[in-house]
């Protein structure tokens, strides 16, 4: 059944449980606004913890924001789209862009993770949906949001919450101190990714106490082409993957969603 909301309906895409931290307040934003939030989780996110904990911590953050369960979805395990191997499995990806947009005609606006180089998930996340939306040519509802990279940080540190000046100009948007303390105390709220956020937390709570705008930039597919910047990415130095992978992964993808401006 196609949906139908006068106001149209605010799409986020997250590659794992808690990535939605990235747009806490664009969430809240586009509520407030009155469109219908739909969130949805692309992969398991079975490689740190079990997946429903996960799923279970995602659900009671952006509850907290004020999204209905029933507008969150996890469609990782359905479509055995795997945590770290999203790019094994771009078909099934592509497949359900179809499918979902087929079905939700109405979707006004769509958030995606940043071509940043910070994890492989994120950036075949990217690609996918910027390639099918501008083989549909519809590029001009789709912004990107910074998770994490480590452009010009020495290792083992990274930057998070930090766009690259690469995607091009930001669009901020001022966020009120009483806000942002919100949003710290459900950065806390992950307890499955204690290792994790021992590493992200210290850079959160520093952004959100001395900055804390939402920070969201259009996209532009032409990006694809390129690293996403200059010298080793976080994924790269890590081990996940490395970028012949990644642009094998992405040349599959525009064969799927051929783009006549490319």
Avoid at 59 to 74: D, T
Avoid at 165 to 174: D, H, L, T
Avoid at 235 to 253: C, G, I, K, P, S
Wanted: with cysteine; charged share 20%.
């Amino acid at each position: 059944m196609r949906t139908n909301n006068t106001l149209g309906i605010a799409l986020f895409l997250f590659a794992h449980q808690d990535d939605e931290f990235g747009v806490f307040f664009q969430i809240e934003r586009e509520l407030r606004a009155g469109r219908q939030v739909r969130c949805v989780f692309i992969t398991d996110g079975g490689q740190t913890a079990d997946p429903k904990r996960r799923n279970s911590e995602s659900q009671r953050a952006l509850s907290k924001l004020g999204v209905p369960q029933e507008n969150i979805m996890f469609i990782g395990r359905c479509l055995a789209l795997l945590d770290g191997a999203l790019h094994e499995n771009v078909e099934s990806l592509a497949n359900w862009l179809v499918s979902f947009f087929d079905m939700h005609s109405n979707i006004q606006s769509c958030f995606i993770p940043a071509w940043e180089g910070g994890h492989p998930d994120h950036d075949v996340l990217h690609a996918a949906t910027t390639y099918f939306l501008a083989y549909h040519d519809r590029l001009e509802i789709l912004r990107q949001y910074s998770l994490y990279n480590n452009y010009n940080c020495p290792k083992p540190f990274f930057r998070i919450l930090s766009p690259l000046m690469e995607n091009g100009p930001i669009e901020y948007q001022a966020v009120s101190i009483k806000d942002r303390l919100r949003y710290i105390r459900l950065c806390l709220g992950y307890p499955s990714q204690f290792k994790t956020w021992i590493g992200l937390f210290p850079f959160a709570l520093a952004h959100f106490i001395f900055d804390g705008a939402q920070a969201l930039q259009q996209v532009d597919i032409k990006r694809l082409s390129s690293r996403p910047h200059s010298g080793p990415l976080y994924y790269e130095y890590r081990n996940f993957l490395d970028w012949a992978t990644m642009q094998r992964t992405v040349n599959q993808l525009h064969k799927i969603f051929p783009c006549k401006s490319l």
